[in-house]
């Protein structure tokens, strides 16, 4: 989520067939949706716009960690049917033991859970991951001199309307500019610092 700025329920109805190991890419279409609130039947609806729908490619590390997860849940799932008849057949990239997706309410509380393990004491959901996604490639593209358009971020994460991204890229760019800022007067400083010139 973090490398990708997906949302919670883009990210719980991503199916294997969805990755494209060779490129690279993944292509985003649909979210998952529990009716009864995250109990029983779930439903995979289209996303939350249509901008939302978009294909966008993902780093070779990214890519290594989906091959070791699937080795993994393919092993996982192999066990559990062996030992009990419930087992769901399903092309989720995130399930329980049983094949079944996870819930957003899975992600939140796992979030949490790991959350008490740092000493970060603000609160934050898993949709913090895309907000910080969208601040990496503005910080990125800030920093390499290459100045990624908005239109290139909004087409990646999704957002039809360019308020949203435009309200992350002036907070990112006034918070870079006052970091430089600071920078530039402890730089002076150090300069006009009398302790600090040489003695003649």
Request: include cysteine; proline fraction near 4%.
């Amino acid at each position: 989520m973090l490398f990708s700025g997906v949302r919670p329920g883009e990210f719980c109805a991503l199916e294997w067939p969805d990755f494209n190991f060779e490129t690279h890419d993944v292509h985003i279409y649909k979210t998952l949706h529990f009716p009864q609130g995250g109990s029983g039947a779930y439903q995979l609806t289209p996303p939350k716009t249509t901008g939302s729908v978009r294909t966008f490619d993902v780093d070779d590390f990214i890519v290594e960690m989906f091959k070791r997860l699937k080795v993994k849940q393919y092993a996982r799932h192999k066990r559990y049917k062996e030992l009990h008849d419930d087992f769901v057949e399903t092309q989720f990239i995130l399930t329980n033991n049983n094949g079944t997706p996870f819930t957003n309410w899975k992600l939140v509380n796992r979030m949490a859970r790991l959350m008490k393990l740092t000493n970060i004491k603000k609160h934050a959901t898993p949709h913090i991951f895309r907000h910080t996604h969208i601040t990496m490639l503005i910080e990125a593209s800030i920093a390499s001199g290459s100045q990624i358009d908005l239109k290139t971020i909004m087409k990646r994460v999704g957002h039809d309307d360019a308020k949203t991204t435009l309200k992350i890229y002036t907070h990112v760019t006034e918070r870079m500019m006052q970091s430089s800022s600071d920078k530039l007067k402890i730089h002076f400083q150090n300069i006009l610092n009398p302790k600090d010139l040489p003695r003649m």
